[in-house]
């Protein structure tokens, strides 16, 4: 048996059993990584001295005093805080950087006696769709190495999918773990905005941005937000709200008589490729065929998402990204006479060309000429698409969708194309402008066997009944 296929429930049961100890599992995994990274590069940091926890996660497992992930290696996409590992984000201003505190998701994860093996490469700041702005190499997709595992949670997506971890964590700003997630065959879940803490996530787009996990199936990643989320002191925006037993009351029989789907319109026109459109339709076709009701709906105003996600994200991401000056953050240039062009050169050769571009989009939007015409423009047109949600979702309970218009491009495809790279964020961004959670399930695959995914969407804080509907079709659904 090789263990590193398996997943952690699976795994959980044989540390149960006592059939495999946790350094057992660890020097497994330890072996993958370093077997894989050097051709996929899915990881920035590993962290070898994980295995000196593996011994007192044992005894745990002994005492049957094991916590929910007790043992159970972890990675972590490096834009979040760890104070054990570097934090990079996959950028050069922030090379070796170490962090002088845990987020509050990695405290969540080490209480639950998770082992953080590693972190995880990244399109540089979260900015990008490929995993190609990473100022460390890009990530390759583990079912073709020619292409790209999406991004910018393109790491941590991949190494789940390679086997080189059970479970990952990434950040969604505009599509980040669903995306990546369709690319590699993976779930992968970005809970609603305030499910999770954001407190020592490096902001990118911080009205948008949520953390969330990867994993080879929906118990998995139920069982993973059911640790990670939840209230923090330390995030204002981070709900209050109780956190149910996801992994558990997923597998409670399905009202199918009452559950409604929406499929809108506006998500399978033109530029859908044509082998998704009938991997869902299968989907639909089955789900008709056991109960549930499936209807078309509209979004009206989703055509306006990609423009509206663009303004709001660059003009939160230049603001965010101020913090990077040479002095307090990470890289400085040497021999700068002032002080002004200590801060110019240490960003001008810390930062890439996409975070640059960022940047400058942003200070454009929100400068005093234009700030009205785009970002308050922007802001208004986002209402109007959390009320085409709002609208949909007093008549449906989900909205299925596919998760990207086509399967994972080839590396250098779009990277010239700033513009195409933001096309493959369509069918994503509406969720993050929304606040409301979707999940990424693999389907099947292309005829060039390539993974294909859908998404499904729910109101905010349905993430229970998302993942045992998600659940319900992962268990049924045989996939081809
Ligand atoms: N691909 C999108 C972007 O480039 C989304 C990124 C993300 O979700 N972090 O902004």
New binding site residues.
Partial sequence: MNITTLTIWQIKELLWKKEISVSDLINEYLSTIYEKNETLNAFLHINEGCINQAESSQKKYIDKTAGELEGIPIAIKDNICTVDQPTTCASKILKGYMSPFDAHVIKKLRDAGAILIGKTNM?EF????STENSAFGPTLNPYDTQRVPG???GGSAAAVAADMVPGALG???????R?PASFCGVVGLKPSYGRVSRYGLVA?GSS??QIGPFAKSVKDVALILKVIAGYDQHDSTCCNLDVPEYDREIEKDIEKSKIKIGIPEEYFQEGLSPEIREKINKILDFLENNGFFVEKINLPHTHYGIPT??II?TAEASTNLARFDGVKFGYRSKDSKTVYDLYVNSRGEGFGQEAKRRIMLGTFVLSAGYYEAYYLKAQKVRTLIMKDFENAFSKVSFIITPTTPETAFKLGEKSEKPLM??L??IY??GA?LAGIPGINLPIGFSSGKLPIGMQILAPAFKELDLLQFAYYIEQNFTRE
């Fill in positions: 399109d979260a900015f990008g769709s991004g910018s949670s950040s969604d700003t505009g599509g980040s773990i995306q990118f948008l941005d996600y663009y994200s790279m933001y493959s964020d994503t961004v993050n």
